[in-house]
């Protein structure tokens, strides 16, 4: 073995210095990005979601059948709770064909004790029109049946609207909004609805950003809404197992592999992986890492790409689970007993629970429990209410207080005359000379420190910024020389 010199093991160890510094810098970026983006569109969302509580009539909220629970949250509910008796909350539990029939038996029973609840798969055609919808009731549905690309329990879900108009005795259109966590199947279930992809679909975060309006026939116009998270954490385990937040984008994959393992039997871990035993999760990354190959420079297994390649497999769908309803059924504290029965007032409860009842006689109970068998967490705590409107109040009044600054700098300027006096005037109030309120020429470093996904749209911000400060420079100085003009014909005239 060839011995180093001293400089050349110096030199070693100042590159490694180097690139060890150079990650730890991109990691702190690339947090910083992560969490500003996400607090963007937290606000942002949160803004969709209050226009569509506002103006529909109907919430279905859609829930996964492999976790409903833990896809409601009580703030959302609350929400709609709070903005009046009118409002009506239907649940959708959705991707029915993930899990057995009596697990969606079970959650069913659960839930129809707080609101109507909808057994529901979505259509997973690709083809831009003419989804294929199946009237067979849910009763009646084979196995076959849900493991086809067709639509299941748009029937039902149709026929529990058309009651709520009949017993409303409403002779126009309904509105009704389409709510729930990222990635439950929202505008899935709405493309299923209208037989054509009206929504834009995807198995990432965040494909839905703007509230969007369909329309069913003259009688029902659907709003989707974008997935709302009312959580200020990215890194909070929960939102990760929902598919809430991108997986490339996370820091620390660590707590929602840990939240895996501790809800998950480790018997199936070990088979569906082929790891030998383990006692704690850096151990079982350390041990997936070395069989899928994922290792580092010197043979060191790679435990954060481990944990990646987890956490898409479980948001991918190649780790299939399920979760059982808890034992005894308590109404949580946003919801008593006079809503539910206020609100059951307006749906035909015996022909919704007829039909669930024939869709499940029919279903293949033969059919064995699918994937993991996991302890459901409940309810997945949101951040309160009055925090999210404070901030949304406090951006939409920075907002208006920028755009009266605007006013009053293109509004407000003096009337030049002959007198040089308020030349000065204005040269003052805009910088003190012409030269001094041109626009400066766009600055490249504070572009590159964008993320590379949005260096276009904050290019493209900036080059409109620069516009409108050369058209404010323009008018300035177009005013300055007409100014200029009047007064040397002035002083000419006398």
Not at 62 to 78: I, K, M, T, Y
Request: hydrophobic letters at 35%; proline letters at 4%; one cysteine or more.
């Amino acid at each position: 073995m060839k011995r180093r010199s001293l400089d050349t093991f110096q030199r070693d160890i100042q590159q490694r210095q180097q690139a060890f510094d150079q990650r730890e810098v991109e990691m702190q970026n690339l947090e910083k990005h992560v969490n500003f983006e996400n607090e963007n569109s937290r606000k942002a969302y949160y803004r969709e979601f209050k226009k569509v509580i506002e103006a529909a009539d109907v919430i279905l909220e859609v829930l996964d059948a492999r976790d409903p629970l833990g896809c409601r949250c009580p703030q959302v509910e609350q929400a709609v709770v709070q903005s009046g008796i009118n409002k009506k909350i239907v649940l959708v539990l959705n991707k029915i064909d993930l899990v057995s029939k009596d697990i969606v038996e079970k959650w069913i029973k659960y839930l129809r004790h707080e609101f109507p609840t909808v057994a529901f798969k979505a259509s997973t055609q690709q083809q831009n029109k003419n989804l294929k919808r199946s009237n067979v009731p849910i009763s009646k549905a084979t196995a076959d049946l849900l493991g086809s690309s067709a639509c299941v329990g748009a029937e039902c879900l149709m026929k529990l609207l058309g009651n709520y108009c009949r017993n409303q005795d409403i002779k126009t259109a309904i509105t009704v909004g389409v709510v729930g966590f990222p990635n439950v199947g929202k505008s899935s279930l709405i493309n299923s609805l209208k037989r054509a992809r009206a929504c834009s679909v995807g198995a990432t975060p965040g494909v839905t950003k703007c509230l969007q309006e369909v329309h069913l026939d003259k009688h029902i116009k659907l709003l989707d809404c974008p997935g709302i998270v009312m959580t200020t954490s990215t890194s909070d385990a929960a939102m990760i197992l929902r598919n809430c937040v991108k997986i490339e984008q996370l820091v620390d994959p660590l707590p929602a592999i840990e939240a895996i393992l501790r809800r998950c039997n480790k018997t199936q871990i070990m088979e569906h992986y082929g790891v030998p035993d383990f006692h704690t999760a850096h151990e079982f990354l350390a041990l997936l890492a070395r069989r899928q190959g994922k290792l580092r420079k010197g043979g060191l297994p790679d435990s954060d790409k481990a944990a990646k390649s987890v956490l898409m497999d479980w948001t991918g769908g190649r780790i299939s689970y399920f979760t059982h309803p808890p034992e005894t059924h308590t109404l949580p504290t946003h919801v008593s007993a006079e809503i539910v029965a206020e609100m059951g007032k307006a749906f035909d409860w015996d022909e919704l629970e007829k039909g669930n009842e024939e869709a499940l006689a029919v279903l293949d109970s033969t059919v064995p429990d699918m994937g993991f068998c996991m302890t459901t967490s409940g309810m997945t705590q949101g951040a309160q209410l009055d925090m999210l409107v404070e901030d949304d109040v406090k951006s939409v009044e920075q907002e208006e207080s920028l755009g009266k600054a605007e006013l009053m700098e293109e509004d407000q300027d003096p009337e030049f005359g002959p007198m040089t006096v308020e030349i000065k005037t204005a040269q003052a109030k805009n910088g003190g000379s012409v030269e001094g309120s041109a626009p400066k020429p766009v600055d490249l470093r504070d572009i590159i420190g964008v993320d590379p996904l949005h260096q276009g749209q904050a290019l493209l911000a900036a080059g409109k910024k620069r516009k409108k400060q050369q058209k404010r420079a323009d008018k300035i100085a177009v005013k300055l020389s007409d100014t200029l003009t009047s007064a040397m014909n002035s002083f000419w005239d006398s």
